[in-house]
């Protein structure tokens, strides 16, 4: 019988001002279920109850701004009446011993006018539309040119995630974790993919890693660096997102980031749910060596992964996303040694409670 339980994994931890019961997160999940005025349905205070044994949940992300948005149905932190629906969640999971944090997000040039104020084309680094498509209220539809950010317009955005990170603090979260990943706003600022800008926060490294430094800044000024996490994805693909050289640009901003003494840096360790290989001569650990604080791994862990990564050294959390979906209860899951269920992929985005609030625990 493998003892399981013992697993450093689930030893108490701490990142930043935040004290955890175990180092299993939540990876931040968007489940496209928020009500008019992008208000979090009041079933999420279920959802998120039900996998508050996680040692710390990061919440789908959350637009900042009318302007953050980029799909159907997520929620926002922004409006009082917002923080007001978020109360309930923050309240049920502490009440059960667990912390959460909310991921605050502007998705840049991957949204869609539909979904936009007066729809307006969506705000970018630069004019260059993304490959793919966009999930609006009435389908897939293309994406379109996004408009260049001016740069009054860019000290709006700065302050945008400041004031939601005050908000998130009046719904009781115990932090924020600025998503920086996954080919949204601030990953199309780093990456000459999609930042194609002359000024102050174009061409060079130092100047694409302007708007994240402004970011992090911003918001740990608002709410304390160490109540602020940062997720980044060096390598992934997702939302038409590639550098051409990203080893040095994620080594400049990780070195940059130690001066904010953040809770935790949280790294999606290859294309963001598939393969975990990097490009030769890229090395996450090194990032994490250079890091001074808290890491977190994500992208494709297992108990057995997870457990190794923790006892050799090479990550102090990990993120379980797709697993946290259909297992509520991951980590007593995971301390028995007991099968995972699968999630249902037709009720991943949109729809109702079913496939959302109605997976069984274990011991039911
Ligand atoms: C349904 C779904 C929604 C996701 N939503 C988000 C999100 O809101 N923010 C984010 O940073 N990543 C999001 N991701 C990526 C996950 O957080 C995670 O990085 C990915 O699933 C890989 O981890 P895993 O192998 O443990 O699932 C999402 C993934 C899935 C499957």
Redesign the pocket.
């Known amino acids: 019988m493998p003892d399981n339980a013992s697993s450093p994994l689930f030893q108490p931890t701490r990142v930043g001002a935040i004290e955890l019961a175990n180092r299993v997160a939540m ?5 496209s279920r928020a009500l008019k005025g992008d208000v979090p349905r009041p079933s999420a205070t279920t959802y998120y109850a039900q996998r508050a044994s996680a040692g710390l949940i990061i919440t ?2 959350t637009q900042i701004s009318w302007t953050a948005k980029g799909y159907a149905f997520t929620p926002g932190l922004f409006t009082e009446e917002q923080v007001a629906a978020w109360r309930p969640v923050t309240e049920a999971v502490h009440a059960r011993g667990g912390r959460i944090v909310t ?1 605050l ?1 502007h998705v840049g040039r991957i949204s869609h006018p539909s979904l936009q104020p007066g729809n307006a084309r969506p705000l970018a680094p630069s004019a260059v539309t993304p490959k793919g498509q966009a999930f609006t209220e009435t389908g897939f539809q293309p994406h379109e040119e996004p408009r260049a950010l001016e740069l009054e317009e860019i000290r709006q955005v700065v302050a945008d995630f400041a004031h939601a990170a005050s908000m998130a603090r009046q719904a009781g979260f115990d932090g924020v974790e600025i ?1 920086g ?2 080919g949204y706003l601030i990953d199309q600022f780093l990456r000459n993919g999609a930042n194609k800008r002359t000024d102050l926060y174009g061409g060079s490294i130092e100047n694409r890693t302007r708007f994240l430094f402004e970011v992090v800044e911003a918001v740990s000024q608002a709410i304390g660096g160490d109540r602020t996490g940062l ?1 980044l994805s060096p390598v992934t693909p997702a939302n038409d997102s590639n550098d051409s050289d990203p080893f040095p640009l994620f080594s400049h901003a990780v070195e940059g980031l130690n001066r904010f003494g953040l809770a935790y840096l949280h790294m ?1 360790e290859g294309a ?2 598939g393969p975990r290989d990097v490009a030769p001569g890229f090395d996450f650990q090194a990032l994490r060596r250079a890091f001074r604080g808290p890491y977190m791994a ?4 297992d108990f057995a992964m997870a457990d190794a990564a923790i006892r050799e050294g090479r990550a102090d959390l990990v ?5 946290f ?1 259909a297992n509520p209860d991951l980590v007593e899951r995971m301390k028995a040694g007991a099968p995972l269920a699968t999630p249902d992929r037709e009720t ?2 949109g729809g109702d409670e079913h496939g959302y609030t109605d997976y069984p625990a274990l011991a039911a």
């Open positions: 990876a931040p999940l968007t489940r789908e992300a991921q997000w998503h990943a996954n997720r999606i963001t749910g994500n992208n494709g862990y993120a379980f996303g797709r697993p979906i991943l985005y």
